[in-house]
Each structure stands twice: as structure tokens, then as C-alpha cells.
């Protein structure tokens, strides 16, 4: 349907108005094209700087990268403190491989290569500018010159031999696209945790819960595939330039590939999103109407039947409950599951609202069926294989 010049297109945090009045998610700009890469890595890095500095002269930042660097060190010695917790929830031992997205003028990369060295830190950077500045200050630093969402995070921990722990100042304007592309790459367990900086909008959706107006997509997807913590508010002015909102330090830790299948229950991440999708592209409407369209796709005339279906939940999410797991225990769809609107179903919820619409029902498990290459990241972004 084309777009109707008569309506401006009305945002709200992150929503964008229809022709048709509804709202659906925006989360980064519709216009995006990836950079053109002319290589592929490059080997720039030693010396550690103590106070986040500008090279002067050379480094205007570029809003067209959504670029605004860090210039507090009293805000870089937090961020390297959180990433070290996150970094070490599940291990006893430092961080074998640590990936850097972004790393501009290298605020916090200074910091990291003076603590856990060259061998352990790359980073990945798109803008020429700052891939020249990091192989003068760091000669033995790898720096791959590539466009983050292009990037093939599994092939790479692969490559590694081991899940990658990535740190990051991203930019507001593909925040959620990294994101998911962080989430598909868990799929394989390629990536361990992530400790990075967003705009606090985003964080807050991301950690939102039931019920109220932030929680939507990212809420679903990151509450299921991963423990998310919230660890500060950073105000815009220990930034170059300063964004206009505040931004916020969040760190993620990926359940992995194991721990994922078990609260999916045989459910297939791509069904997953098309439930979640369809339901939030239509979030003030009951779950009845916002599916009515997928439901009458899949089952035709039948369709409503649907919705006085009452299932119960696979046996090996029961035991979970019983085990006291407080994830499993918030799965089961409530009676009136239909009559609710999308923000009133946890995580757990859509994951059950997936199974009734795709299967399978006896949330068998089987770890030879791969949970997908992209299910979340855009079509246009990574691998597709």
C-alpha cells in the first residue's frame, strides 16, 4: 500500500503512525545502506591512552555513522568495570576473545589493550579514519574494516575457536539491528555476552516489563534469549557531540544454544517472530485481531477455533516450573489468552502463543535442528547461510 502524502508520518518514541492509523515499531532508519567495504581486515594498536581524546584535526565525527564519541574517562573506567563483570558471570577465568564494535578514536579500546593485551581484543570499525588512527597507536591490534551488520559473528567465533565477548559505544541509528544480529549469532552460541551502550529508550524496552508502554519486541526477544542488566544512565555530555537524549550501559548475557532450546520447547525462533511481529505491529488490538490475518493464513476457514484453544504446557516446561524456574513459571497462556493485548503476555506467553499457532505440541527438543542463521537481523544484513 502506498503512503498517502497527506499523512505525515506522526513518531512516538520509536513507533511510527500508519495510513491506517495504527502504530507499528521503527527501530532504526528505514534508509539505512551499508557502506561500501574495499577490504576486507586490516592490522593496526600498543600505547594506551588514560584520558579520552580527539586526534585534533582529524577526527570530526560523522553523523552519517551516527558517530559521538567518549570523552569522560570517569565514564570509561565504569563501562570497563561492567564489561569485566559481565565478561566473567559464568567463567573464572578473563575473557579469551573480546570484539569491539566501533571503536572511533578509541576511547575504550586504549583501555582494553592495556589490560587484556592485543592478542585478546579486536575490534571491528567501518570508518578509514579510525582504522589509520588505531594501527598507529596499536601496530599489533586486529582491526577488521568491515560494517558491523554485515559482519558473520559465527564464522568468526569459529574461527576464534571459542564465543566471542563483545563491548561496544553503538550507534543509536542501528542499535537494535546489532542487537539482533547479537541474538541469531547466540543461536550457535558464537557470542557469550555483550556489555554496550545504547540509547536509554532502548534500554529501557529491553528490560521493560508486562503492562506497560516500552515493553515490546526487544522486550520479548532479549527477556527470552538472555539476562539483561540495566547497569547505569549515562547523560549526553561525556559525549563529542552530545546526542540529544541519554544514553545507558547495558550487558547482556546469552543463554546459549541449550539453555535457549529448552524455553522455546521445539518452537522455532522464525515462527516466534512472526507472532511477535504481527502481534506488537498492532499492539492496542486484542491478540485476536493483531493475529487474525496469520491465524487465517495457516488454518483457513478453521480459524476460529483458534481461539477458545486452551493448551497446556509441554512436560518438560512443566518440570521446569516445578523445579522453581521462574521463566518456565510465567509460560503458560492465561484462559482469556485472546481477549489480551500483546504487552499483557511475558516472553514465556509468546513462546506458547507460537507453539498453538505452529507447534509442535509436545515440545519435543531435538539439538540437530539448527534454530536459524537470521530469524532477527534484517534480510539485507550478514550471511544468509
Known amino acids: 500500500k502506498r503512503r498517502s502524502s ?58 552519517s555513522l551516527g558517530q559521538n564519541f567518549l570523552r569522560d574517562g570517569n565514564t570509561v573506567t565504569k563501562i570497563l568495570k561492567a564489561f569485566h563483570k559481565d565478561a566473567t558471570l559464568t567463567r573464572q577465568v578473563d575473557p579469551q576473545v573480546i ?56 564464522k568468526m567465533a569459529e574461527q576464534q575457536g571459542q564465543p566471542l565477548i563483545i563491548v561496544g559505544n553503538l550507534p543509536y541509528y542501528i542499535t537494535s539491528q546489532i542487537l539482533f544480529a547479537l541474538a541469531d549469532a547466540s543461536h550457535s552460541g558464537a557470542v557469550d555476552s555483550a556489555t554496550v ?21 526487544l522486550s520479548v526477544v532479549f527477556q527470552l534469549y538472555a539476562n539483561v542488566n540495566l547497569h547505569f ?60 490475518k496469520l491465524a487465517q493464513e495457516l488454518y483457513g476457514e478453521n480459524m476460529s477455533n483458534i481461539w477458545t484453544m486452551q493448551p497446556t504446557l509441554p512436560a518438560n516446561i512443566q518440570e521446569a516450573v516445578k523445579r522453581g524456574d521462574e521463566f518456565a513459571a510465567t509460560q503458560e497462556l492465561p484462559q482469556d489468552w485472546a481477549s489480551k493485548r500483546p504487552e499483557e503476555l511475558t516472553p514465556g506467553q509468546f513462546v506458547e502463543l507460537a507453539r498453538l499457532l505452529f507447534g509442535p505440541a509436545n515440545g519435543g527438543i531435538d539439538p540437530s535442528v539448527p534454530l536459524g542463521n537470521k530469524v532477527w537481523r534484517k534480510l539485507k544484513h550478514g550471511k544468509d547461510v
Open 6 to 63: 497527506k499523512l505525515p508520518r506522526i513518531k512516538r518514541q520509536g513507533w511510527v503512525q500508519r495510513d491506517d492509523g495504527e502504530w507499528e515499531w521503527e527501530e532504526d532508519d528505514p534508509n539505512y545502506e551499508a557502506p561500501v567495504i574495499v577490504s576486507s581486515t586490516i592490522t593496526p594498536t600498543n600505547e594506551s591512552s588514560a584520558t579520552p581524546t580527539l586526534p585534533s584535526g582529524r577526527f570530526r565525527p560523522k553523523q
Open 99 to 154: 570484539v569491539e564494535l566501533g571503536p572511533g578514536a578509541g576511547a575504550l579500546t586504549d583501555p582494553l589493550v592495556k589490560t587484556y593485551g592485543t592478542n585478546v581484543l579486536q575490534c571491528i570499525e567501518v570508518d578509514p579514519r579510525s582504522v589509520e588512527l588505531l594501527q598507529e597507536k596499536h601496530p599489533s591490534l586486529i582491526v577488521r574494516y568491515e560494517d558491523v551488520l554485515q559482519v558473520d559473528y559465527p
Open 197 to 217: 551502550t545504547m540509547q536509554w529508550e532502548v534500554a529501557q524496552r529491553m528490560v521493560a516489563p508486562t503492562r506497560c508502554k516500552d515493553y515490546g519486541i
Open 233 to 292: 544512565k549515562i547523560p549526553p555530555t561525556v559525549f563529542y557531540p552530545q546526542p540529544k537524549v541519554d544514553s545507558a550501559l547495558v550487558g547482556l548475557h546469552f543463554l546459549g544454544p541449550t539453555r535457549l532450546r529448552e524455553r522455546l520447547a521445539g518452537v522455532n525462533p522464525a515462527h516466534l517472530r512472526r507472532v511477535v511481529t504481527a502481534a506488537f505491529q498492532q499492539r492496542r488490538k486484542t491478540v485476536r485481531n493483531s493475529l487474525k
